[in-house]
């Protein structure tokens, strides 16, 4: 398949680009982790444009360690002072188990075992909590002003914070 399609599209894209100027601060101190689903536009969704926040992503939308270490330095060193964690609606992370979803993976890549911890989640909303707890206790993001828990609903396009 190759990425032809994708350079020929960054062609026209870059024909049209103006440098803006714009720094790599988060213009609007925000800071953003969202999964990795293909159905959801974190700046769309908020009505932010490039420039706007720090966005993280992973399967799940989960506070990991390595989620921590990007939001960290999205908070201390490029102006994100605000963090909003959206989860949303038909994720695949969420109503399976650790064991199943490694079960599937070792078919899918036709290895006996997976021993990559993939994080799946039972309760959405529990999980949630707990997550924006891990944030919470980070020392290294005690200055964080505003923490939000949000589910993005892909049918809808509506966000709502649940925490
Ligand atoms: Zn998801």
Wanted: proline share 2%; with cysteine; net charge negative.
């Amino acid at each position: 398949m190759g990425f032809d399609d994708l350079l020929a599209a960054n062609t026209t894209y870059a024909a049209s680009f103006t440098d803006t100027g714009i720094a790599g601060a988060a213009a609007k101190e925000l800071a953003v982790l969202t999964c990795i689903d293909s159905r959801i536009d974190p700046l769309k969704v908020l009505g932010l444009a490039p420039g706007d926040a720090k966005i993280v992503r992973n399967a799940g939308a989960r506070v990991t360690d390595d989620a921590l270490r990007s939001l960290t330095l999205a908070h201390n060193l490029l102006g994100a002072k605000r963090i909003c964690v959206i989860a949303h609606t038909e994720c695949a992370m969420v109503g399976t188990s650790e064991h199943d979803l490694q079960a599937r993976v070792a078919k899918a890549a036709n290895v006996a075992h997976c021993d990559v911890d993939l994080l799946p989640v039972d309760n959405q909303l529990a999980t949630l909590a707990t997550d924006l707890e891990r944030i919470r206790n980070s020392p290294l993001l005690q200055n964080v002003t505003d923490l939000g828990g949000f589910i993005f609903n892909v049918r809808t396009g509506e966000l709502t914070q649940v925490l």
